[in-house]
């Protein structure tokens, strides 16, 4: 019998994401909260209309709410107890577990993808209802950067799901710890210049407005932070699910 | 073939299981029985790779469990019939694990029929599911991929008797044709109907093991009588150990 292909893998832990109402309902939601977002900048605020505004009014509620997906796709198997079956149809579980990566990364793109679908509708909307000029100029490395940043907290919240492994537990960690570290350094004096180098949300700031202007050392600020919030608990988290022991309670 | 050789599984000091040792061959229905708590699952989940082993050694089909590549095309196991995503429908379940093991969706809607659920009730999310439902869809996972081999935990529990009587039906089949069986139960009688050979533990170790017909008549009475005597011996009596030894030499 032929090993099974990492591909096969990745489709069906997609699949998994998508098959059930709540997490069908998740991902309506954020978009749905996303195209909410946009109404309030487009026909409410002032000024803030041009696609550029609304491109980047879509990365809070992204920011926010996608990584819940990946946090959920790695830690269904222990909240809805299918990593019975699911580790004995494939028991290479880092496999499993990378496909899960994989595959949360594909929805958190694609989900890129409809935000900035959403940002030219209402701008198109703003434009033909309002007075508002068009104005759809938006520098590339504003693009990738916003993509870049979705992967990385997509990952982020696939790798505190593989750790935690208990879906209540890794989102308020998802969220408090980076958030608590974040004060604290504001408030640590002799940690304020390092902050950079160690917290993934001082060092990705720049990546949403242009990733192309951004220096060397701002890349290498998002590389340090990215292995301190996303390599380590990833790792940590594929060897966790690979060594824990796999039960129905 | 299943062959555990001194498995042991150590919780700090509790000791779940303690140097079990027996093979489940082709062609037989080995019946692996004993009280809740006696370690059954844990021998059952360490002999499918999902629960690291203390020492000892698990092998299925002459290999530890995770070195099978694609297992679901040679072992179908069921462990816990109530471990599905609530959220899914039962055809979604068994549509998921088919696209995993590489079979068609055909399939999906043969063991449907094969396990009696109807295509309505497949089409029904697991939340809403009986017992005897999950068990069904258990089985029908199991079976999916055409395995050689079947391990199944206490899939006669929440079964009305057509049920398990249809199950003893489809496991006698499924020997008949050469495929092995290891089912754990603590339904003494349904055992007793449906294994060919016994495997009885109790508080983590063998306390008895042969064939069916050996077990019933050298006690000369009910396999349960046996049964409860030698699971409540195990508690009392730290030499149990050789009862297992010596009931195992005459059953050969």
């Not at chain 1, 494939?90 to 929805?107: F, I, Y």
């Not at chain 2, 396999?223 to 150990?241: G, K, M, Y």
């Amino acid at each position: 019998m032929t090993a099974i292909p990492f591909t096969r893998l990745t489709l069906v832990e997609w699949r998994k994401q998508l098959d059930t109402r709540a997490g069908l309902w998740l991902l309506i939601s954020i978009a749905l909260i996303t195209a909410a977002v946009l109404a309030v900048m487009a026909f409410i605020g002032e000024g803030a209309t041009s696609f550029e505004a609304l491109y980047f009014g879509t990365s809070t509620p992204i920011g926010l709410l996608l990584p819940v997906v990946g946090i959920l796709a790695a830690t269904s198997e222990w909240s809805q107890r299918t990593g019975l079956i699911t580790f004995t149809l494939e028991p290479r579980r880092t496999r499993v577990g990378l496909a899960k990566l994989v595959a949360a990364l594909g929805s958190g793109i694609a989900f890129f993808a409809v935000a900035v679908a959403l940002a030219a509708v209402f701008h198109l909307a703003v434009v033909a209802f309002t007075d508002a000029r068009a104005a759809w100029e938006i520098s590339a490395g504003a693009l990738w950067g916003g993509l870049l940043l979705t992967v990385i907290y997509m990952a982020q919240g696939v790798a505190f799901g593989a750790l935690i492994q208990n879906t209540a537990g890794a989102i308020v960690a998802f969220f408090a710890l980076p958030t608590s570290f974040s004060l604290v350094g504001s408030l640590v004096g002799g940690l304020r210049d390092v902050m950079p180098w160690i917290d993934l949300g001082t060092a990705t700031e720049p990546l949403l407005f242009d990733a192309g202007a951004m220096t060397g050392e701002q890349w290498a600020h998002v590389a340090t932070s990215s292995a301190i919030w996303l390599l380590l608990p990833l790792t940590l988290g594929l060897i966790r699910i690979a060594r824990s022991e796999i039960k129905s309670a | 073939m299943i062959t555990a050789d001194h498995l042991t599984r150590r919780y700090g000091d509790f000791t779940a299981v303690g140097n079990v040792t027996f093979e489940a061959r082709p062609g037989l229905v080995t019946g692996f029985l004993g009280p809740n708590g006696a370690g059954k699952s844990t021998t059952m989940r360490m002999l499918c790779g999902l629960t690291p082993v203390t020492s000892g050694t698990a092998h299925v089909l002459g290999m530890p469990f995770r070195e099978l590549t694609n297992p679901g095309r040679r072992v179908g196991v069921l462990l816990d019939a109530s471990a599905q995503h609530a959220g899914r429908t039962g055809r979604e379940a068994l549509t998921v694990s088919a696209m995993l093991m590489g079979v068609g969706r055909r399939r999906v809607t043969e063991v449907l029929d094969l396990v009696g659920l109807t295509p309505k009730e497949a089409d029904r999310r697991v939340r809403g599911y009986s017992l005897g439902m999950r068990q069904r869809l258990g089985i029908a996972n199991a079976l999916l991929g055409e395995p050689e081999v079947l391990i199944l935990d206490e899939p006669a529990n929440g079964l009305d008797p057509a049920g398990i009587r249809w199950m003893r039906d489809l496991l006698r089949d499924f020997v008949r044709s050469g495929g092995t069986v290891l089912l754990s139960s603590h339904l003494l009688h349904e055992v007793e109907k449906v294994a060919d050979e016994i495997v009885v533990i109790g508080n983590g170790r063998i306390v008895a093991q042969g064939s069916t017909e050996f077990l019933l008549s050298h006690s000369q009475r009910s396999l349960e009588d046996l049964f409860l005597d030698l699971t409540a011996d195990v508690s009392r009596d730290a030499a149990a150990p050789a009862t297992h030894e010596s009931t195992r030499e005459n059953a050969r």
